[in-house]
Every structure is written in C-alpha cells, then in structure tokens.
C-alpha cells in the first residue's frame, strides 16, 4: 500500500509551490480544497482504494494522483472530480494527501503551518460532496460508504 500521511495546511504558498517541496522529499502530493475533506480516513480510505484499482486494473485514471482524487470525490468524471476538489487560486488553507514520504514533512521550508483541523468531518462538508446523512449516522462512516461505492459505481 502507498504510504499517506494527511495533514491540514495554512500558508501562503501556491499550489506549484507545494507539489514542488513534496517532490524534493521523494514524494506525490494531492493537495485538496478542505471543504470536500470530511476527516483523515477519508483520505487514506480513498489511497487504499485507489492503490486496489490499480493493481487490478480497474483504475480510470493514468496516476494514482487522480485516481485518489475520484475516490475523494465520489466522482466518475476525472474533470469532475479535478474542478470540485481542487483548491481556489489563492487559497491559503489546503489539505495534502502526502504519498511515500515517512517522517518530517518540512512544511516550515514551504511557509506552511500544520493545522490538522482542516481535515475534520462536518455535515457542511458532507453536503459539499452530495452526501445525505441520516440520524444515527456519523459524518465520518457516511463519507467512507461513499468512498467505498465509487467501486460499485464503476461497473
């Protein structure tokens, strides 16, 4: 399975700007729009997911990169999936899905301050990825049975 460390990011820097320091760790990075991230599993499900398609073959898209990012959206569509949850231009508030990258992440070389918050489930959030919540359930497993019928959708 590819390693996935998943951390809220504020800072000014550009989307460019954090590929780039990522990749100078030896790593990917999927940088997100926080309000489409509902929590840390979220992600990592969406990783687990993705690395399965492509060792089966039932991958959509050519890299793991995208293919995360129709597992973090619910989406068929890789444009789909790309426009809702890549971040604003401008955005100062990021989550990142760093791959392959074990320990420190440097973020103080990019001007980035860890801010893990922004990864946290909320209904809000919920709703921005077209979830619907039923009592008793919480955000958090509401979101990951999305993830987990992206694969269903796919037949």
């Known amino acids: 399975m590819t390693e996935v460390q998943v951390v809220g990011l504020r800072g000014g820097f ?27 599993n979220h ?16 991958n959509r898209a050519r890299n793991i990169l995208t293919e995360i990012a129709l597992y973090v959206t619910f989406e068929r569509q890789i444009g789909r999936a790309l426009k809702k949850s890549k971040p604003a231009e401008g955005a100062t508030e990021w989550v990142a899905a760093v791959l392959d990258v074990k320990g420190d992440l440097e973020l103080e070389r990019l001007g980035a301050v860890r801010d893990d ?3 946290d ?25 999305q993830v987990a019928m992206v694969d269903l959708l796919r037949s």
Request: glycine share 10%; with cysteine.
């Open 121 to 145: 489930a909320t209904e809000e959030k919920a709703r921005n990825l077209g979830v619907e919540l039923f009592d008793g359930t919480s955000v958090e497993d509401a979101v990951l049975e």
């Open 117 to 119: 918050s922004l990864c």
């Open 43 to 58: 992600v990592i499900s969406a990783v687990m997911h993705a690395d399965r398609a492509f060792a089966e073959g039932t």
């Open 14 to 40: 550009t989307f460019d700007e954090a590929v780039s320091h990522f990749i100078g760790l030896g790593g990917e990075v999927v940088l997100f729009n926080p309000s489409v991230v509902c929590g840390r």
